[in-house]
């Protein structure tokens, strides 16, 4: 029988291993810091922070963390992540080595300011 879906974050991470929680919850504080307005969800079964839009999702497998900052935040931090795996939109974080947070930390700064840009634009575009 499979685990019932997580409703929280707090569920999702709970789900895993002591090694791989703590991973995750460094993941979520870089997270929290550096957009403390952030909504927290889970969306595509998976955590996701909500700014002004989806912000970043991220999610534990068995030898690395995904992180997805969307396919303009990769392009954006292409040359930093080249020693990662990548696929459109996403990242793979190795489990076994130190998460990069101050990177992930200027993704989301990235994101950040890419989703207040595109509030802008659809105010300016009302008025």
């Not at 995750?24 to 550096?34: G, P």
């Not at 990662?84 to 990069?100: D, T």
């Amino acid at each position: 029988m499979a685990a019932p879906k997580a409703t929280t974050i707090d569920e999702y991470i709970s789900n895993f291993p002591k090694d791989v929680q703590e991973i995750l919850e460094q993941l979520r504080t870089t997270i929290q810091e550096v957009a403390p307005d952030a909504k927290e969800a889970i969306s595509y079964a998976i955590p996701t922070f909500k700014l002004n839009g989806n912000l970043v999702h991220f999610a534990a497998f068995k030898n690395h963390i995904g992180f997805y900052p969307t396919p303009i935040g990769v392009e954006e931090f292409k040359e930093e992540l080249s020693a990662y795996k990548e696929g459109k939109g996403s990242v793979q974080f190795p489990i076994n080595k130190p998460m990069p947070l101050d990177l992930i930390a200027r993704m989301v700064k990235f994101n950040i300011a890419r989703n207040l840009s595109k509030v802008m634009k659809k105010t300016q575009a009302k008025t």
